[in-house]
């Protein structure tokens, strides 16, 4: 049985999501930044973690999702099978990994952003940080247009790629002026996620862990 290491509101909701739309048993590990628990699986004392039962150890969210998918393939989450379908989810993930989960770092932690720590120096980064995630959010919203998903023509088809998205829109939502007004095809996305019964029993029960 796999267990994932997760901290409540971090980008570790997507595989914890993930596991259960696969609907296999899984143990699930609240575990807090840094901690020694976290730092026995994972050095850099990060989450997501994924630990299988043989002790194989796999860190990153994007490299765990698209595991979870191509080892899980009867869920059908990988988003396609093809050249152009892998390339596509492999297109998003790093999306979500390098452009929008980065864009939020600024946000989180100005100070890191810069040498002086005055509290006008790290306003004026925050709000350098909410443009760069308003032009994500926009490139995201574009693409999706009439999609019900991210990946997948027409209609689209829900995928690994989805559940990585929900919680950088959870963030946008909290963290941004206006949330995601701006971006009406985000929130339908965002809607239809959060309507999921699988989503909300991974929402309550990272709540309640």
Not at 27 to 35: D, I, L, N, R, T
Request: aromatic share 10%; proline share 6%.
């Amino acid at each position: 049985m796999p267990t994932l290491f997760y901290a409540t509101g971090a980008c570790s909701l997507a595989p914890h999501i993930v596991l259960e739309w696969i609907g296999e048993p899984y143990e699930a590990v609240k575990v807090q930044f840094g901690s020694k628990e976290l730092l026995a699986v994972n050095p850099a004392g990060a989450v997501p973690t994924l630990r299988e039962d043989d002790g194989w150890l796999l860190t990153q969210a994007g490299a765990i999702l698209e595991y979870l998918a191509a080892s899980h393939p009867d869920a059908g989450l990988s988003g396609g099978d093809s050249l152009r379908e892998r390339a596509e989810a492999h297109r998003w993930s790093a999306f979500f990994t390098s452009d929008l989960h980065a864009a939020f770092w600024p946000i989180f932690t100005p100070q890191r952003y810069t040498t002086d720590h005055s509290d006008d120096a790290k306003k004026a980064v925050v709000e350098s940080g909410v443009k760069l995630v308003q032009k994500q959010l926009g490139t995201l919203n574009d693409h999706l247009g009439e999609r019900d998903w991210i990946l997948g023509e027409g209609r689209g088809t829900r995928s690994v790629i989805d559940a990585y998205a929900f919680p950088m829109i959870r963030w946008a939502i909290r963290m941004l002026p206006g949330g995601i007004d701006a971006f009406p095809n985000i929130q339908r996305l965002h809607d239809a996620l959060a309507a999921d019964p699988a989503v909300q029993k991974v929402l309550a029960d990272e709540k309640a862990g």
